[in-house]
C-alpha cells in the first residue's frame, strides 16, 4: 500500500508504537519483574530486595531482549497481512502508510539480532531460547498464520516462552513459574482462536485456512469449549502437586471470570461479541500475573 501523504515524524513515530503493540510489551516486560520478584525471588519481599531486583543487570538483558524479540514479530506479521488488515482493520495498518516495507524489513532484522545478542550475555541457553523464539515467530508470520490451529499453538508456545526463559535462567520455583507458563500457553491459545472467528472476513478473502473458515463458527466454537475444560483440568492437576495450596485456590477464583467466557460464546456471533471475548481473556491473562502477589 502506498500514499502520498507525506508522513511527520510525529506521525510516524506514533504509527511505529502501534505496529510494535507497546502496550503488549509493556506487559512482558511487567509479568516478567513480577515473576522474578513474587516466585522466583522467595519469601524476601521488602523494598530493598524490589531495587536490586529492578537494577539487576541479566534480568534487564533478558527482558529487554523478549521485548526486542516481541517487537520485531509484531513487525513481521503485520508487513505479511497488509491486505488482510485492510480488510479486518484497515484503520490500524501502519506499515506503507507511516513506515516504509523496506524499513519494517531492516526494523525487524535489527530487533532480532539484538534480541539474540542480549541473551548471550546472560547465558546460552538464554540465547538458545531467543534464537528459537525468532525462528518460531518467522515460521508462524510466514507460513502457519494461515494454516488451521498450527499458527494459534505456535503464538500460544512463544507467549509461555516468554515466561519460561526465567526458568531457563533462574533456578529457583520453577515449577509455579512453568504453571503460570501453561496457564498463560492455555490463555492464548484460546484467545487466538476467538480472534479467528472476529476476523474471519478479511481472512477467507486473502487465502487464510484459520479453523472457522474451515469447520465454521459453531465446530470452532466446540474446540474452544474443549480447551477450556482441558485448561481448567490440567491446570488444578499441576496445582495440587504443588506444596503451596494457594496456586489450587487462585486458579479456583479465576474459573469465574473463564466460565464467563464460555456462557458469552455461546451466544457471541458477530466481530463485536469476539473481540468482546478476546479483551475478556486479556483480563484474565492479567489476573493470572497479579495471582502472584499471593503464591
Known amino acids: 500500500m502506498k500514499t502520498n501523504r507525506k508522513v511527520t515524524y510525529i506521525q510516524a513515530l506514533q504509527g511505529f508504537s502501534r505496529l510494535i503493540r507497546w502496550q503488549n510489551l509493556a506487559i512482558i516486560v511487567f509479568t516478567q519483574y513480577f515473576t522474578r520478584f513474587f516466585l522466583i525471588g522467595g ?14 543487570k541479566k534480568l534487564f538483558y533478558i527482558s529487554l531482549a523478549t521485548v526486542l524479540i516481541a517487537a520485531s514479530g509484531y513487525i513481521i506479521n503485520d508487513y505479511y497481512d497488509i491486505k488482510i488488515d485492510l480488510v479486518n482493520k484497515p484503520e490500524r495498518v501502519v506499515i506503507g502508510r507511516y513506515i516504509k516495507r523496506r524499513w519494517a524489513l531492516v526494523i525487524n532484522q535489527i530487533f ?13 541457553k538464554v540465547a538458545l531460547v531467543n534464537l528459537s523464539a525468532v525462528f518460531c515467530l518467522w515460521l508462524y508470520s510466514n507460513q502457519l498464520k494461515r494454516l488451521a490451529f498450527w499458527g494459534n499453538l505456535m503464538v500460544a508456545i512463544l507467549t509461555g516462552f516468554s515466561l519460561l526463559v526465567l526458568a531457563v535462567y533462574y ?41 472457522p473458515i474451515i469447520w465454521g463458527i459453531a465446530h470452532t466454537k466446540l474446540l474452544v469449549y474443549v480447551l477450556i475444560a482441558s485448561f481448567i483440568v490440567t491446570l488444578f492437576i499441576l496445582a495440587t502437586q504443588l ?19 464460555t456462557y458469552r460464546l455461546v451466544y457471541a456471533d458477530k466481530p463485536r461479541d469476539f473481540e468482546f471475548l478476546s479483551d475478556v481473556c486479556k483480563g484474565i ?10 503464591v
Open 285 to 294: 491473562m492479567l489476573m493470572g500475573v497479579l495471582s502472584m502477589i499471593f
Open 243 to 261: 506444596p503451596n495450596d494457594r496456586v489450587a485456590y487462585i486458579f479456583l477464583i479465576m474459573m469465574i471470570p473463564t466460565g464467563y467466557v
Open 112 to 124: 532480532n539480532g539484538l534480541g539474540i545478542l542480549l541473551g548471550l550475555f546472560v547465558s546460552k
Open 171 to 211: 533456578p529457583g520455583h520453577q515449577s509455579e513459574v512453568w504453571i503460570y507458563a501453561i496457564f498463560s500457553f492455555f490463555i492464548t491459545l484460546i484467545r487466538e482462536i476467538i480472534k479467528d472467528m472476529e476476523d474471519v472476513k478479511g481472512d477467507e478473502k486473502h487465502g487464510c485456512r484459520t479453523l
Open 43 to 56: 519469601k524476601d519481599l521488602s523494598f530493598s530486595y524490589l531495587i536490586e531486583i529492578i537494577t539487576e
